[in-house]
């Protein structure tokens, strides 16, 4: 018999050897980061750490929100950062060197990369994220999944699905198209989980189509198990859990973090009810326990970890990562300048973003401290400039401004570092607005007035209102480009190394032009994705909209010309010329268009990359190889992707705006079932995505919405802040408190995870942390007396106390 069937029969016999009960209380998360352990029956606990972009392993006090320490750790650029590096191999090593940290402190499932798509420029974790587009966040995220297994752990991708925005993201209904679904919002997790193999899934707080991501059966069984072949561990996200059953029957295998010993009570009810069988639960353990053999080879690794290499490679990240936005050709600098550095970021950098993803960094490199050492006396001097959340005094900010602007006279050249704070970028928030903060603008607009030598450094992990370009003359964007990020910054500015990032999503001119912003508001709880599939660019190519920066763009010290398209049945070919004076990398973008369909399409959309390095003069032939997503699109009637039959045009170039090479070519294949109408669906043809109404999106959804009506009183499922709606006297005076503590913390501009994420937490997500203490029956009996049952309530939680005391002592002692 081969190892793998010995591991297997292995696991079988503990399935066998198990009692109901145990296997039931396998079933939901032990602890803050563990899976539950079995000793006596040999079975270990699984160990899981936040680490999209490092590691933060909490020791101590564990939290999901980033609030108490975590060992230190290597901080990488964010996903954001990477992206705009379109290097699959890059993206890999980062992985690679996660894995290794992740390896080096015992853990065994690293929880990322998150890989949403970006609906909007707003969400508050769009850091965390790949990109608008989801062949590019897919291949991004499998080879971080790669990078990741490789490196001695397992991955977790997140968080499937549609989970596209903070506000309100446990208790929001996603309500999408399944074109937009399949197309958009799955396509990246489709990639990454075939291409990248992840041993783990992390399903979202929010319902799609008013299902609970993980009791959604389409989501967990048809697409993601049998559609894809996925035959990992699926993880709720911390506190995501809604029904435990109905996710058990679709094969979620952890309810996380930590809901205790009743969760397991749950499990048994409903198997003596009839309502969940042995077989159900048998196979979610069959896929923990491949989980469990899939951590302990990887546990066999032994990886040393060097904090230098480390450190080396999260500067190549951001150097290769970092985007050029503008240049009239005075960067590079020579070092024969002189240099005012003017900005608060220059001291104190922003580099990652606040949240699960808060890594304890172990050096944190700072642009002040890169130029002195570089410059010398050739660096004039640094000031602040402007107050970090611009909460300044007046007679404060003009000191400052002054200053500023002192040294911006005596310098040749300006470098003002600015971009987004950290309230802006955080979990649990949207951000309202893309500007910049207003004192940021004000003294960069002062600045350029006493010095035409302005060059912006930009650190911000999602887009911004770009109108500040017209104050400098060079842009360059790190995004949050991490603890090594200042030195990298300082090497491109200096021409040691030559910029090469392109934009990984489109900057656009106003919020107003952004898809879906007619329908921010929610209906209810639902989020109505009347856009469908015009995001990022689907949507302003069609549109024909101006914008500041197209998708894929980004400009270099050297230049690029290509040449000679030929399409052939397996891919494209073509030659790329280094046609400047200087080494660089060019990443040319491949897209298609359909030029005839049954169904509106967007204008056009990627579908294959290449980063390709020269020389100076330098010219090669590249290849981009077509896939089974190249020309594919999802036919709703037959329930599957087909390719249709007809001609499509091919385009390769610079950017989605600078396409270089054309051809067309024509591909046999299949007609769609059902075309659908241009005349029910007249702004999905027209591309006006802004426009539709909701009789026209409900026929393309194919059924009504809905607006689910309040009920009077308080219900499990209702969010923390829906106190201040109760009639009860203590909920409003537990809502006053909340809002105060919170209007508190927006005032001083420092995110209140804790207070954010309990504002927004659903009532029966309390017993999904409290180790069991708190049971869904005390949960009830808090929320009758929310509603204004006070004595009913308090003897009900006194009782029901008692009871799930009594019932948990007599589990733990079944388990011992
Ligand atoms: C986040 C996840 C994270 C988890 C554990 C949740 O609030 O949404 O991304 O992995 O907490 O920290």
Redesign the pocket.
């Known amino acids: 018999m081969s190892q793998i069937q010995n591991k297997r029969k292995a696991g079988s016999d503990v399935l066998r050897r198990l009692t109901l009960f145990e296997k039931a209380a396998l079933l939901s998360g032990g602890g803050a980061w563990k899976s539950r352990a079995l000793p006596r029956r040999g079975l270990p606990a699984l160990f899981f750490s936040?680490g999209p972009h490092g590691l933060r392993k909490q020791e101590g006090i564990g939290d999901?929100?980033g609030l108490h320490a975590s060992r230190p750790a290597t901080c990488f650029p964010t996903a954001a950062t990477v992206a705009n590096s379109w290097d699959t191999e890059l993206a890999e090593a980062v992985g690679e060197a996660l894995g290794n940290e992740a390896r080096s402190q015992g853990v065994d499932v690293l929880?990322g990369p998150?890989l949403n798509i970006k609906r909007s420029p707003l969400c508050g974790r769009n850091f965390e994220y790949f990109s608008e587009d989801p062949y590019l966040s897919g291949k991004l995220a499998a080879a971080y999944v790669r990078g990741i297994q490789r490196g001695g752990v397992l991955a977790c991708v997140?968080?499937y699905a549609v989970n596209s925005q903070e506000f309100r993201r446990m208790t929001l209904n996603a309500v999408v198209d399944e074109r937009a679904l399949r197309e958009l919002y799955l396509t990246g997790f489709e990639i990454a989980v075939k291409e990248g193999k992840p041993a783990a899934l992390?399903t979202s707080y929010n319902q799609v189509n008013g299902i609970q991501s993980n009791e959604n059966p389409q989501l967990m069984l048809d697409i993601l198990r049998d559609e894809w072949g996925y035959d990992g561990m699926v993880v709720t996200?911390?506190g995501g859990s809604d029904d435990h059953i109905r996710g058990i029957q679709c094969r979620t295998t952890l309810e996380m973090p930590n809901p205790g010993l009743y969760a397991a009570r749950e499990v048994l009810r409903a198997v003596e009810r009839g309502e969940l069988s042995e077989a159900e639960i048998d196979v979610c353990l069959k896929d923990y326990f491949r989980t469990l053999r899939r951590a302990a080879v990887q546990a066999k690794k032994a990886v040393p970890v060097d904090p230098l290499r480390q450190h080396a490679l999260a500067r190549r990240a951001e150097r290769e990562s970092a985007v050029l936005l503008k240049n009239d050709g005075i960067l590079p600098l020579s070092g024969e300048e002189t240099v005012a550095l003017i900005g608060d970021f220059a001291f104190m950098p922003r580099y990652q973003g606040a949240g699960?993803s808060l890594v304890n960094s172990r050096r944190v490199e700072t642009l002040a401290g890169q130029l002195s050492q570089r410059l010398g006396n050739k660096l004039i001097g640094c000031a602040s400039g402007y107050a970090r959340h611009g909460d300044d005094s007046k007679r404060r900010a003009a000191k400052r401004l002054r200053r500023a602007l002192k040294l911006a006279r005596k310098a040749s050249c300006v470098i003002f570092c600015c971009g987004l704070d950290e309230m802006a970028e955080t979990?649990g928030l949207d951000r309202k607005t893309l500007a910049l903060p207003a004192a940021q603008r004000r003294v960069l607009h002062s600045l350029a007035d006493v010095n035409p030598n302005i060059i912006l450094v930009l650190s911000a992990g999602s887009v911004v209102d770009l109108s500040v370009e017209r104050d400098a003359r060079a842009v360059l964007h790190g995004y949050l480009g991490g603890e090594a990020g200042a030195g990298a910054m300082s090497e491109l500015l200096y021409g040691e190394a030559t910029p090469m990032g392109k934009l990984a999503e489109s900057y656009p001119r106003a919020l107003s032009d952004t898809p879906a912003y007619p329908y921010r508001k929610l209906r209810g709880n639902c989020a109505e994705y009347r856009e469908s599939l015009y995001v990022g660019y689907r949507y302003y190519d069609r549109a024909g909209l101006s914008l500041y920066h197209p998708f894929g763009f980004g400009l270099s010290y050297t230049s690029f010309s290509y040449r000679d398209l030929t399409v052939e049945a397996e891919g494209v070919r073509f030659f790329v010329k280094n046609s400047g004076a200087r080494d660089g990398a060019e990443i040319a973008q491949l897209y298609i268009s359909a030029l005839e369909s049954a169904v509106f399409r967007p204008e056009k959309e990627l579908k294959g990359f290449a980063k390709i390095f020269l020389k100076a003069g330098e010219e090669k032939e590249v290849f981009i190889p077509f896939d089974d997503k190249s020309f594919r699109v999802y036919d709703s009637a037959r329930g599957c992707f087909i390719e249709e039959e007809g001609r499509y045009r091919i385009l390769v170039g610079a950017s989605a705006a600078d396409l270089r090479l054309a051809a067309e070519t024509e591909r046999g294949g299949e007609r769609m079932l059902i075309p659908q109408e241009k005349k029910r669906l007249p702004h999905y043809f027209s591309g006006a995505a802004q426009q539709v109404g909701r009789t026209e999106f409900e026929r393309l959804l194919g059924r009504k919405t809905e607006r689910p009506a309040l009920a009077g009183e308080l219900l499990r499922g209702d969010a923390v802040h829906e106190l201040r709606r109760s009639r009860g006297l203590l909920a409003r005076l537990i809502y006053r408190g909340l809002q105060r503590a919170l209007n508190k913390s927006a005032a001083k501009r420092e995110p209140n995870l804790n207070l954010i994420f309990t504002y927004h937490m659903p009532f029966r997500a309390f017993s999904k942390f409290g180790s069991g203490r708190i049971s869904p029956e005390m949960t009830e009996a808090v929320l009758l007396m929310l509603n204004g049952h006070l004595i009913a309530g308090g003897r009900k939680f006194f009782l029901e106390g008692l009871k799930n005391r009594r019932e948990n002592r007599r589990n733990e002692r079944a388990l011992r």
């Open positions: 936040d999901h929100l929880l998150g997140k968080h992390m996200d911390w699960s979990e």
